[in-house]
């Protein structure tokens, strides 16, 4: 019987049943040091799938980084069917400099699809997507809150996706949030070659957070499971469906100052119900925060010292609160207590 191909990413080919990381060439600083894109490929003995994971679009978003650093280590990697390309870091000029942007201070996910000819980002872009994206069935794109902002695991889909509806549904992340398509993002570049992608989002930028690293790796590991490209041996199902929500809304500060915060992400909330509050310096004003309408906070502001119309809180609606408090807590409490992939790190 033939045997299965090599996997050709760049100039590198990599055997069946074999990993290997490949250096793709991006761009020379002007001092002359030369900076790449790295990915690396496991490529099965047997066909299955193309995936890929990728982290770090913006480069001050690490969270992603550790969650594939602890999927490259996870056992059930050894007898994978398909092909999983890793990318823990696209854009190592911000990552480098713990900065979202580009060197030219472009953001790099409203730079897709690029251009080989272009500017760094859309140099960048054109890479990603002829060499990654092109190559695979489904992407899972990993993302984090903007600094001072801290996001409650969710999956970000398009409104118009059934598949990827079902797939949220496999990842088991607490919140599947729907989100339209943005003009220049990965998501809307890969839809337009017929690409799916998962977009997780979870955490802060430049921290580190447990709960989000957990629920982004057991996801990927649930999704992979159900494609039939790893064994299900330790990857646990979800206990409860996660909570949907069609619309979200930013509730903004109402004054400049201090920002007080009652209610943690994650958490629902009750129409009327006070989540936080703003207090001048000198405490002789104090304008309250309700919550507008029923919902779950998705995410949230985590820096105390804010402006008049700074947003504060991200709540996603939710047809009931009753209903979605027992899926939310259940969800949570199983990544608590799932295993971290991980056993000789001491956190």
């Known amino acids: 019987m033939k045997g299965r191909q090599h996997f050709t990413i760049g ?164 919140i599947v949030m729907q989100s339209p398509l943005r003009d220049g993002s990965l998501r809307g570049a890969a839809k337009e070659i017929g690409k799916d992608i998962l977009l997780f989002e979870a955490g802060e930028g430049l921290r580190f957070d447990e709960l989000s690293i957990r629920a982004g790796l057991a996801g990927i590991l649930r999704v992979l499971r159900h494609m039939g490209m790893v064994p299900a041996k330790g990857i646990s199902k979800p206990k409860s469906q996660p909570q949907f929500c069609a619309s979200s809304k930013w509730l903004r500060a109402p004054m400049g100052g201090l920002l007080r915060v009652y209610r943690n992400d994650g958490e629902l909330v009750r129409q009327g119900e006070l989540m936080g509050s703003v207090s001048d310096p000198f405490g002789e004003q104090d304008e309250e925060i309700l919550a507008p309408f029923d919902g779950l906070i998705v995410g949230r502001a985590v820096m105390p010292v804010v402006n008049e119309g700074d947003a504060v809180f991200h709540l996603g609606r939710v047809p009931s609160v009753t209903k979605a408090e027992d899926s939310v807590e259940d969800i949570s409490a199983q990544l608590e207590d799932d295993p971290m992939f991980d056993e000789d790190e001491i956190l």
């Open 11 to 174: 100039h590198a080919r990599v055997a069946p049943g074999s990993r290997l990381t490949v250096d793709l060439p991006v761009s020379v600083l002007s001092d002359h040091t030369p900076v790449t894109m790295s990915a690396h490929v496991v490529h099965g003995r047997q066909d299955g799938p193309t995936v890929f994971v990728s982290g770090g679009v913006h480069g001050d978003e690490v969270i992603g980084v550790e969650i594939i650093r602890r999927l490259l280590r996870a056992p059930n990697l050894t007898t994978l069917k398909g092909t999983l390309i890793a990318v823990p870091i696209v854009n190592a000029f911000g990552f480098i400099n713990h900065s979202r942007y580009l060197p030219d201070r472009r953001d790099l996910n409203r730079a897709f699809p690029g251009s080989e000819h272009g500017s760094l980002a859309s140099r960048l872009a054109h890479l990603f997507m002829a060499e990654v994206v092109a190559r695979s069935d489904l992407g899972i794109d990993l993302h984090s809150a903007a600094v001072h902002r801290t996001n409650y695991p969710q999956i970000r889909i398009s409104p118009d996706n059934p598949k990827t509806r079902e797939l949220a549904g496999v990842f088991g992340a607490p």
